[in-house]
């Protein structure tokens, strides 16, 4: 039995998660170990026994511990490979897949992360008192995440925000012009770069709407759409549930 402690199907942890419910049976072959984040859950040391970084996702594989969530996905493939293949077996088809996985590590998950902290994660950071706060800071162990958690509670710059959804923009137009003359993004069949970027760009229609939308990005909201459809992925939507991030309802 597989273990994937993770968040919900969004961001980082979608990707390993949607790999193991296409590659595998839910309760049977795997579980998900769903991790609160507005309890801090991933900070705690009973977590940071399985991952000292204290960030999600994290694989357990017996007594093997897998961690960064594209690592995670090719370790599936490699590990445990079944007859649901997720990567070309072409060379360069493989290559460009990796391309595409690169890309959304290095590039396009960072500036949407931006805006969903800022958007998000600077509630959970602002609710907390200042004793509060300063008491989970000492829990993070990465210095950059503890930079990271201060500029979400005292607010993240504006050229800084502003240059991130310059980058988005960025992003969503490669993936559109791309997926205008290719139904996947690589080696013409449903494989990780899709899956990856597609834990990144899945829901933009709605948070970035002036973006992503028919009218301007249609190859790319089609894309979307297609991969919603596939059964594995309305599966893992109805057994995993999301996290509500953002402002408190009034």
Request: hydrophobic content about 40%; proline content about 6%; charged content about 25%.
């Amino acid at each position: 039995m597989l273990t994937l402690y993770s968040f919900g199907p969004m961001a980082n942890s979608l990707k390993p998660m949607l790999t193991l419910f296409e590659k595998f049976e839910f309760g049977q072959d795997f579980t998900v170990h769903r991790l609160d984040p507005s309890k801090f859950e991933h900070h705690s040391d009973w977590f940071k026994a399985i991952n000292p970084r204290g960030q999600v996702p994290a694989l357990e594989d017996g007594d093997r511990i897998v961690t960064e969530s594209t690592v995670i996905c090719e370790y599936l493939e490699d590990a445990h490979p079944t007859a649901v293949r997720l990567r070309p077996d072409d060379p360069y088809d493989r290559a460009q897949m990796r391309v595409w996985t690169k890309w959304v590590d290095e590039y396009f998950c960072w500036c949407v992360s931006t805006i969903g902290w800022h958007r998000g994660v600077s509630h959970m950071a602002k609710a907390l008192s200042d004793a509060e706060f300063e008491e989970h800071l000492k829990k993070i162990p990465i210095p950059e995440q503890q930079v990271k958690w201060r500029r979400a509670r005292e607010g993240f710059p504006q050229d800084l925000l502003d240059e991130e959804m310059r980058k988005i923009s960025v992003s969503v137009r490669k993936l559109d012009d791309h997926l205008a003359d290719n139904e996947w993004l690589a080696g013409g069949m449903y494989s990780l770069a899709d899956i990856c970027n597609f834990a990144i760009a899945n829901g933009m229609q709605n948070g970035f709407a002036e973006l992503v939308n028919a009218a301007d990005t249609p190859h790319l909201v089609r894309w979307i759409e297609q991969i919603n459809a596939r059964p594995k992925v309305q599966e893992m939507f109805a057994k995993v549930p999301r996290e509500q991030l953002g402002p408190p309802k009034s």
